[in-house]
């Protein structure tokens, strides 16, 4: 099965180690793709744990609306293994229903103890 994030490997060679928390995602954009690859599978849990604790709420559910077509990732800044910050760029598309849709935002991460964790995002940001 091809990994949703929309990389050419399998879900058990890309995000599939991450969402059962046998590995770690490396940089802010492996945490943004494999947090997209959770929400495709419903996987509420490892989206609450790749959270950041100042911004996570305190109950996330899966909505089971949207159909997920797709992830582009547009640009990231930082995010490396060895920063402590990061922004992800990107474009997800789904739809509800028939009606085709597009979640446009730049997500920014911290590392908080040694893991990649999403902290906010802009919707639709200028360039």
């Known amino acids: ?8 490997h399998t879900l058990a060679d890309c ?3 991450f969402l059962a928390d046998a590995a770690v ?5 492996t945490l943004m793709r494999s947090r997209y690859t959770a ?3 419903g996987a509420v849990e490892y989206l609450r ?3 950041h604790a100042s911004t996570r709420p305190a109950e996330i559910t ?4 949207p159909t997920w077509m797709g992830l582009k990732i547009l640009t990231t800044k930082a995010g490396g293994p060895d920063d402590s910050e990061g922004w992800v760029e990107f474009v997800a598309r ?3 229903g028939r009606r085709p849709l597009r979640l446009h935002e730049r997500s920014r ?3 908080e103890d040694g893991a990649w964790r999403y902290v906010d995002g802009v919707l639709d940001p200028l360039r």
């Open 62 to 65: 899966s909505d089971p609306a």
């Open 39 to 41: 929400f495709t599978q």
């Open 25 to 29: 995602p490396p940089t802010a954009e």
């Open 49 to 51: 744990a790749t959270w």
């Open 109 to 111: 991460f911290l590392r």
């Open 94 to 96: 789904y739809k509800i």
């Open 1 to 8: 099965m091809p990994c949703p994030c929309g990389s050419e």
């Open 15 to 17: 995000c599939g180690p």
